[in-house]
Every structure is written in C-alpha cells, then in structure tokens.
C-alpha cells in the first residue's frame, strides 16, 4: 500500500498505528500481487481469479493481498524474481521494532501458502537489491548492507552501504552470506554503494555475470559512480 498524496488528505492519514508516530509519504505497507495478460488484457490474482479494473486499495485489499505486514514497512518497493515454474517469488525490505530497523524477507508461494523468511539486516528501508533463480537450484540475493541505519546527506539519506551475496541452497527456507561483492576496498575506501541491478539486452534478456551498481564517498554530493560486475 502506498499513499502518493493523490488521495484526500487528512490530519492523521500518515500517521503510523504500530510505531504511534506520523511518517513521511513515501513508506509503503503489505504486499498485494496481480497478473497482467498482455494479449488480452485479462488481470487475475494469486489464485488465478479474474479481478475487475480499475483496481482500488479497497478491492485489493479483499483480492489481491498476499502479506499483510502489520503496519511494518519501507520507501523501497520489492524486488520480484520468477522461479523456474514461472512463479513470482519477492525479496522484500520491511522494518521491524523501530523505523530504523529493517530486514530483508524472501516471499514465496509453497503448497497454496505464502511464506516468508528472513535473510538480514538491512542500514536503510531504501536499499536496492536482485535477485535470481539460478539454474542449479540457488537462489541468490545480492544485497545492501551495513551496521545501523544510515541517515543524512543528499546520497545517505536513500540508503547504501556495502554489497554481499546471499544464497539459499533449500529453496529459500535458510540463508547464509556466500561472499563480499565490495570494490577495491583500498581503492574506494569508505565507499557506500546501492541499487544492484542486472545488465539487460535491449529485447529484455538477462546477460549472465554481469552486475550494475554505482557508489560514493561523499555523503552530502549529489554526484556517483557506475561500477560493472563482470564475472
């Protein structure tokens, strides 16, 4: 759920039950899935069910919604990844005792049921992550990490840190950190990076082993680097 300041305003419409405070208008709540037929228009849930549109937070609430968070939530929205049987699967950043607590969350569908496993801390409800089914069964969750919460700064203040990979040998029922992806630490000293993302070809196709992501030092310039992956 996420409120984009079209809706009509009102004293308490950001405030925040679980955390009994006013946030800011980007946090966004629970997770709700929809499937789009692109040749015939056709838009259906989970369950497959035929969904009238225009869809409204109301209805989708009582159709669509696949995690109800409890009023946890981030700034950025999940990254979605298809698993071999073309099924959506969702690594999610949610918070978690305070709103400078957050973790990631793999969601997935098993036997009719979603479930949802934690991989780590997350220093930012704004990191951007990947994440990918590989062909030997692992999946893999490459992300943004970091001690406590990074605040402050025009680039701080919308996360970073530092980047690792994560892998789940038994279909995500467990994680463990599989290894460091950092640049040259001696050549980017106190870097902060963000915002993994794969290479894709024009016609859409994932180009295998490689990787993009920019970084920074200065917290307070409005300026980055791109880096590429090459493995």
Not at 12 to 38: A, G, Q
Not at 65 to 82: C, K, M, Q, S
Request: glycine share 10%; net charge neutral; proline share 5%.
């Amino acid at each position: 759920d996420y409120d984009d300041y079209i809706t009509k305003k009102t004293p308490d419409r950001l405030f925040n039950p679980r955390y009994d405070r006013i946030v800011d208008n980007e946090w966004k709540y629970n997770l709700h899935y929809v499937k789009i037929n692109l040749q015939n228009h056709e838009v259906v849930n989970a369950d497959g069910k035929v969904l009238k549109t225009p869809i409204d937070i109301d209805y989708s609430m009582r159709h669509c919604l696949i995690w109800n968070t409890e009023w946890r939530g981030a700034g950025i929205p999940p990254v979605i990844a298809l698993e071999p049987k073309g099924e959506p699967t969702f690594l999610h950043i949610l918070s978690g005792t305070d709103l400078k607590t957050h973790s990631y969350y793999y969601v997935r569908r098993e036997n009719g049921k979603w479930l949802q496993t934690r991989i780590c801390h997350s220093n930012h409800n704004w990191n951007g992550g990947y994440l990918v089914h590989g062909a030997d069964g692992v999946v893999r969750a490459y992300l943004i990490t970091g001690k406590g919460y990074l605040e402050g700064g025009y680039m701080d203040g919308r996360g970073g840190g530092s980047i690792e990979e994560w892998i789940s040998e038994d279909k995500g029922n467990t994680w463990r950190m599989n290894r460091d992806l950092m640049p040259d630490r001696k050549r980017y000293p106190a870097w902060r990076f963000n915002h993994i993302q794969p290479v894709v070809r024009p016609n859409g196709e994932i180009v295998d082993g490689m990787l993009l992501f920019y970084g920074w030092k200065d917290g307070d310039s409005p300026t980055a680097k791109a880096f590429l992956l090459h493995e």
